[in-house]
């Protein structure tokens, strides 16, 4: 029998890292340091506690976001198994609730008997097989060890959380159900509407509120897919009028005509007790959240259970300190998954742990690594890693771009089903070649155009 495969983080990367292992044969120690210590940015006592969002954004397989969770869930992933058990309505976007999904995660891992968990902080890199799924908040001495090893300082970029408001504190008659496009009065978003006096009120406190100073070592690498609202508002005032604030498709049903801005708040839990601000991520101090925020309408009397916050994630130079499979250049024993390695995203993250854990037994077993094709998106997402070319990295979700392009002439409106198909085609022979049998039933995709 191989060793025991030692796996540090019990995060997404690290949960779908050991199970992926165990279905493979291996046994697996899982150690979190949680419940005995939490990062700045956790607070449950779970695995697979969902920091930032409680979405995984498009669940149309036409996406690329779609097929990556087609691919994940042919592959057997715990995450989507655990998000589709315990989802909550928010249209074409797959939300969960975030204390079920974690839960539904942890159960997971009790019942894979190859499981073992322990909570312990680790300062020291293994000198043995492991997979490093420590989280984008990485410190301390294992951190330093990391810097030492990979010849490079970590480069950073700050991750910012969205506030979350109680639904019965809402004031209703200043907020209407709807999804974009949708039919008024129904949908999964509750929108909060602001005319253009409004608007221009609550535009000035939010560019003069009082930000969280960073500190002197640390400088504001934002990633460009989740900027705090104030960074965006700062880039001009239609930045907003286009962005997370956008009223098209948003009739107010109680006037019949579209607002000038719109705030759209997002179920949080199954009960639909608890909703997010949609893309209102920020580094406003909690006092200056309270004046902004309460220049909504709807939420001027609002229940705020959690305001929003910042902290700094931490990630790899991986074209440079990583291989094709995801291991250390200097100490190939060792794996890294997940934000680390230098994917942006819940969703991206758990793939790179399911592909992580899959070579990891592998490797212990002397079976040959394997690398999905360039033309899927966990393939696509590998190409990131790898892509030498990029003089300053920056991590990236999952995109059609990181695909290669598509033979011939496609018209814009077919591309995604075009990609999907190739990539979908492409993943399940890579599947067959490698061994591994589909865990779920293969998805369906729109008929090529004529």
Not at 110 to 118: N, V
Not at 257 to 263: G, S
Not at 268 to 286: D, I, P
Not at 289 to 295: E, H, I, N, S, T
Request: aromatic share 6%; proline share 7%.
């Amino acid at each position: 029998m191989p060793q025991e495969l030692l796996v540090i983080g019990g995060g997404l990367a690290g949960c779908e890292a050991a199970l992926a292992a165990a279905r493979a044969g291996v046994a697996v120690r899982l150690v979190d340091m949680k419940p005995q210590e939490f990062s700045p940015a956790h607070h449950s006592p779970h695995l697979g506690e969902l920091v930032c969002s409680n979405s995984l954004r498009s669940d149309v397989i036409t996406s690329a976001v779609g097929l990556l969770k087609a691919e994940m869930t042919l592959l057997g992933s715990a995450v989507m198994t655990a998000a589709r058990a315990t989802a909550v309505g928010a249209g074409k976007a797959l939300a969960v609730d975030r204390e079920a999904f974690a839960k539904h995660l942890e159960g997971q891992i009790a019942a894979q008997p190859l499981i073992s968990r322990e909570s312990a902080r680790v300062d020291a890199l293994p000198d043995h097989v492991a997979v490093l799924a420590t989280g984008p908040l990485t410190a301390g001495a294992l951190a330093e060890e990391l810097a030492k090893l990979t010849s490079s300082i970590h480069l950073h970029f700050y991750d910012a959380i969205a506030p979350i408001v109680s639904l019965e504190s809402v004031d209703m008659e200043r907020a209407y159900w709807g999804d974009r496009y949708g039919e008024p009065g129904q949908g999964d978003y509750l929108n909060c509407p602001l005319s253009r006096e409004e608007w221009g009120e609550f535009y000035a406190a939010l560019i003069s509120g009082d930000q969280v100073p960073l500190k002197d070592f640390e400088s504001p690498q934002f990633f460009e897919g989740c900027l705090p609202i104030e960074v965006m508002a700062a880039r001009g005032e239609k930045t907003l009028l286009f962005g997370p604030m956008k009223p098209v498709g948003l009739e107010d049903p109680a006037t019949g005509k579209r607002p000038h801005a719109v705030v759209q708040l997002r179920k949080e839990n199954l009960e639909g007790s608890l909703l997010n601000l949609v893309g209102f991520q920020t580094k406003l101090t909690y006092q200056a959240q309270d004046l902004v925020f309460r220049k909504i309408p709807a939420l001027a009397g609002a229940e705020f259970v959690r305001w929003g916050s910042i902290h700094r994630n931490t990630f790899l130079d991986a074209p440079r300190v990583l291989d094709p499979h995801q291991r250390l250049k200097a100490a190939p024993h060792l794996f890294v998954a997940g934000q680390l390695s230098g994917v942006e995203g819940y969703v991206e993250s758990s793939a790179m742990g399911i592909l992580c854990g899959v070579n990891a037994a592998n490797l212990l077993c002397q079976r040959t690594l394997i690398s999905p094709p360039p033309t899927s998106a966990l393939g696509g997402l590998v190409t990131h890693l790898q892509n030498t070319a990029t003089k300053s990295f920056q991590p990236s979700n999952i995109n059609f771009g990181l695909l290669p392009p598509l033979e011939g002439r496609v018209f814009k409106r077919q591309r995604g089903a075009a990609q999907a198909r190739r990539g979908l085609a492409d993943f399940l022979a890579w599947m067959e070649a490698s061994g591994l049998e589909p865990a779920g039933d293969i998805p369906q995709l729109p008929e090529e155009a004529g």
